[in-house]
């Protein structure tokens, strides 16, 4: 028997059924649902770790969500009446209805950090145009005779600058107002600067705090925070000319509205 037993070990074919088990031994077990909160106090089994489940086979109901979102997405397009949040809601409610969607685990995916952060930056906005200091930036800016083109670089840099000392919603936040008021006592068109603002504050290499994929390979790589601006720093450069000039050949300056709309 220990024979055969040790020739199914070679071949990778040991049945726990048909062999000993000794102190020690780890075994891999194929339970269902629920197996573990049942059993991992009892002395029968030490449980040691959960390895996740096994995936369930994928049928044509599961593909259903994505009909449902790209409906949503032609039901917004088609419809004046019906904007962007409107029509997420009402998808996301078919999913939960339809049971794609765990309303307990979809609170959980909820960023509330970040949803507070955007909200305080918003006030932050508010308390910039209200405060007088986005128009005392922009007349500063007008005075100076800056071009259009260089007031873009301008909002850039400012813009590159927070991104790299907060987060990028915190920059875009931030930088919003004041890019705004600087384009209407320019009088040109906002967009060329709120994309400026866009593009600024989703790049951030100068610095390993600037993003969350910096940090995340901050520690494991060994760097430096030197190294993140020794090689950052050319691709920032780049980056803010690339935009800077391409921004106003695509949304010019003197084409579009002057002042964002409310909706």
Same mark, same amino acid.
């Given at each position: ?5 040790? *020739?199914? *070990?070679?071949? #990778? ?6 062999? $000993? ?19 991992? !106090? $009892? ?7 959960? =390895? ?5 086979? &994928? ?53 509330? *950090? ?13 308390? &910039? ?9 922009? !007349? ?8 259009? #083109? ?30 705004? *008021?600087?384009?209407? $006592? ?50 920032? &450069? ?6 800077? &000039?391409?921004?106003?050949? =695509?949304?010019?300056?003197?084409? #579009? ?7």
């Amino acid at each position: 028997e220990e024979e055969e037993e040790e *020739e199914e *070990e070679s071949k #990778g074919e040991l049945e726990v059924s048909k062999s $000993k088990l000794y102190g020690g031994d780890v075994v891999l077990a194929l339970a269902p649902e629920g197996f573990a909160d049942r059993w991992q !106090n $009892k002395e029968d089994f030490l449980m040691v770790s959960t =390895i996740g489940k096994v995936p369930k086979p &994928i049928t044509y109901y599961d593909y259903v969500p994505a009909a449902i979102f790209a409906a949503m997405i032609a039901w917004v397009a088609a419809d004046d009446s019906i904007n962007m949040v409107q029509g997420a809601m009402a998808a996301a409610a078919l999913n939960v209805l339809g049971g794609w969607i765990d309303p307990k685990l979809a609170v959980s995916y909820v960023p509330w *950090e970040l949803l507070l952060l955007i909200g305080s930056m918003l006030g932050m906005s508010q308390a &910039i145009t209200t405060s007088g200091l986005a128009e005392l930036v922009a !007349n500063t800016v007008k005075n100076s005779g800056v071009e259009p #083109g260089g007031a873009l670089f301008l909002i850039y840099a400012a813009t590159t600058i927070m991104t790299e000392l907060t987060t990028n919603n915190a920059a875009a936040g931030l930088i919003f107002p004041i890019a705004v *008021e600087v384009a209407q $006592k320019l009088g040109v068109s906002y967009m060329p600067f709120m994309i400026s603002v866009m593009f600024a504050a989703s790049a951030s290499f100068l610095t390993p705090i600037g993003y969350q994929t910096n940090m995340m390979v901050w520690g494991p790589g060994g760097y430096k925070v030197l190294d993140f601006t020794r090689i950052g720093l050319p691709l920032q &450069i780049i980056h803010m000319v690339s935009c800077c &000039i391409l921004i106003p050949l =695509i949304w010019p300056f003197d084409d #579009g509205p002057m002042m964002p709309t409310a909706v």
